[in-house]
């Protein structure tokens, strides 16, 4: 959509109003819908190839930290992901070939649990036993400090992701 056919501040404030209900589970045609009436669009039509474009968008990943992910992979490193997504999100995730680099993938659209609630952080605890054995050490990196927060008073190592550099330093000085 070009900018004179809506207004984007609309647009982002409603997407992000409406965000958590998606990472829960809602439907595609729920939240969209929400979101397009709450932008003054006219659009629904289009739901299904906003949601697998929104879903392509956010789940792609820079080369970077796939090289980052890769290396830990390699090193035999038992790898988990914990997203607050929708359905769509976490299906192109899980399909992807960076994907197959986690043994243990959780998302919040499945789980109807999300960042930063307590209850999800004991979920990956009891699935990354179930897949690996183990969970004593978990190093977690997240693009917000609420859930950081969260993570570390659940007794994780969390750190802010900011950088792959940086992410990098924090594992290495993490033991």
Not at 96 to 122: E, R, V
Request: aromatic share 10%; hydrophobic share 40%; net charge negative.
């Amino acid at each position: 959509c070009s900018s004179d056919l809506f207004d984007s501040e609309k647009f982002q404030k409603a997407y992000w109003d409406y965000r958590n209900d998606y990472d829960l589970g809602c439907t595609d045609e729920e939240f969209w819908s929400r979101v397009f009436e709450a932008s003054g669009i006219n659009a629904l039509e289009h739901v299904a190839a906003v949601a697998h474009k929104d879903a392509e968008l956010n789940s792609t990943i820079a080369q970077a930290p796939l090289r980052l992910l890769e290396e830990i992979h390699q090193g035999g490193v038992h790898l988990a992901i914990l997203s607050n997504a929708p359905r769509p999100m976490a299906k192109a995730v899980a399909e992807s070939s960076w994907g197959s680099l986690f043994a243990t993938k959780l998302f919040s659209s499945d789980l109807g649990i999300m960042k930063p609630s307590a209850a999800i952080y004991q979920e990956v605890d009891r699935q990354i036993e179930l897949t690996s054995g183990h969970s004593d050490q978990t190093i977690f990196f997240d693009d917000r400090r609420i859930n950081v927060d969260a993570a570390n008073h659940h007794g994780w190592q969390a750190y802010l992701w900011e950088t792959t550099d940086q992410a990098r330093e924090d594992l290495i000085n993490s033991g």
